[in-house]
């Protein structure tokens, strides 16, 4: 079975060279535990900081170790009562072909209810993380208007379109090509959307949102975070999710410079682990799956083919080569 090893931690941008592809056996499973042949390795953005040996809510990836995060796969070898060969499960050991796992860290998922790729993107982590990160820490209610960024990603698609869905009076995103725009729009039934990479984002959001937001859903900070105090109105909330323009800087970002207008504009911006919200999972689970049923709801994967290729997935995502969630596909 090859596993993916972090053998040195990167400075800024993740060189490949600090990367290894490595054969390992598979370990023969002891009593409660299963071996599963992984069909899907999730990558995303907070791996990132996994790479860096620093204290965060996740612990950072070991040397020489294989690295780990969402997977979906078949079980192939059973010594649990929980589950026969051949069911499908979601489980946190990817990054490579085989995984062994006890049973009870293991959760059943079913192809006959959505595609077995979805429970790691509209179904699974970020799109509970767009769920609870709206609704819950953002409060957001019907008639307000919400600006998202990283908009056409896994996150951010589903963001915006929860929003609409829920009453919003005007929902905005951005993203960093004319096509990632243009689907917003078109697919997702955003009411305005800008390529950040055209113009300066305050302006732009101005321009987009000429009677202000009432929520920022950040994926993004620096001057993401910048332009949405300043559209922000009174009383205005942001969930604090991701800050991917600054996940490889070496240097504080420049922005954003108006801190200050948290103040008089009386603004609530708050933080959000997706784990904390886990009890939300059988909510958002039948609330969101009825949306894709009925075709309210539209999501787009960027599949990649191959263990090998995990890595350049990996460091797709930080270059915006994904639209919607980025997984990997392992060949039988
Ligand atoms: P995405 O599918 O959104 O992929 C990341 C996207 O970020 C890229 O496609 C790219 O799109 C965009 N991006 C990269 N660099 C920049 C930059 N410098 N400026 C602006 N955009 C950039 O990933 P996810 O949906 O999985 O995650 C979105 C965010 O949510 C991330 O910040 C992530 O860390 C965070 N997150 C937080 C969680 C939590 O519990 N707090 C849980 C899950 C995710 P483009 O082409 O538009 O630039």
């Given at each position: 079975s090859r596993e993916w090893h972090l053998t040195a931690r990167p400075d800024g941008w993740p060189n490949p060279h600090l990367f290894s592809l490595r054969e390992a056996p598979v370990a023969a499973p002891e009593p409660g535990q299963i071996v599963v042949r992984n069909l899907y390795l999730s990558v995303d953005?907070?791996?990132?900081?996994?790479?860096?040996?620093?204290?965060?809510?996740?612990?950072?990836?070991?040397?020489?170790?294989?690295?780990?995060?969402?997977?979906?796969?078949?079980?192939?070898?059973?010594?649990?009562?929980?589950?026969?060969?051949?069911?499908?499960?979601?489980?946190?050991?990817?990054?490579?072909?085989?995984?062994?796992?006890?049973?009870?860290?293991?959760?059943?998922?079913?192809?006959?209810?959505?595609?077995?790729?979805?429970?790691?993107?509209?179904?699974?982590?970020?799109?509970?993380?767009?769920?609870?990160?709206?609704?819950?820490?953002?409060?957001?209610?019907?008639?307000?208007?919400?600006?998202?960024?990283?908009?056409?990603?896994?996150?951010?698609?589903?963001?915006?379109?929860?929003?609409?869905?829920?009453?919003?009076?005007?929902?905005?995103?951005?993203?960093?090509?004319?096509e990632k725009v243009r689907q917003l729009t078109e697919e997702y039934g955003f009411d305005a959307a800008f390529n950040y990479k055209h113009g300066r984002v305050t302006e732009q959001l101005r321009e987009a949102a000429p009677d202000g937001i009432d929520v920022y859903f950040d994926n993004v900070g620096g001057d993401h975070l910048e332009a949405a105090l300043h559209a922000l109105k009174l009383h205005g909330r942001v969930t604090v999710c991701g800050m991917i323009a600054q996940y490889n800087a070496t240097e504080p970002p420049p922005a954003p410079r108006n801190l200050s207008l948290i103040i008089g504009k009386r603004l609530r911006l708050q933080g959000m682990i997706v784990m904390d919200h886990s009890d939300l999972m059988p909510q958002f689970t039948e609330e969101v799956s009825g949306w894709m049923r009925s075709g309210e709801l539209k999501y787009r994967e960027t599949v990649v083919e191959g263990i090998e290729n995990t890595l350049d997935a990996f460091l797709g995502v930080l270059k915006g080569e994904n639209t919607g969630k980025m997984v990997v596909r392992l060949n039988e």
């Open positions: 953005p907070y791996m990132r900081g996994r790479m860096d040996d620093v204290k965060s809510y996740v612990p950072p990836f070991q040397l020489d170790r294989p690295m780990d995060g969402g997977a979906v796969g078949v079980v192939v070898a059973s010594e649990s009562a929980q589950y026969e060969p051949g069911e499908h499960v979601l489980h946190q050991l990817g990054w490579r072909e085989f995984a062994t796992l006890e049973a009870r860290h293991a959760v059943r998922v079913s192809e006959d209810l959505a595609p077995l790729s979805t429970y790691l993107g509209v179904l699974g982590m970020p799109g509970l993380t767009a769920y609870a990160g709206l609704l819950e820490v953002a409060s957001f209610r019907a008639d307000e208007a919400l600006f998202v960024s990283g908009a056409a990603g896994a996150v951010g698609s589903e963001v915006g379109q929860i929003a609409r869905l829920k009453g919003a009076s005007r929902v905005i995103g951005s993203a960093g090509s004319d």
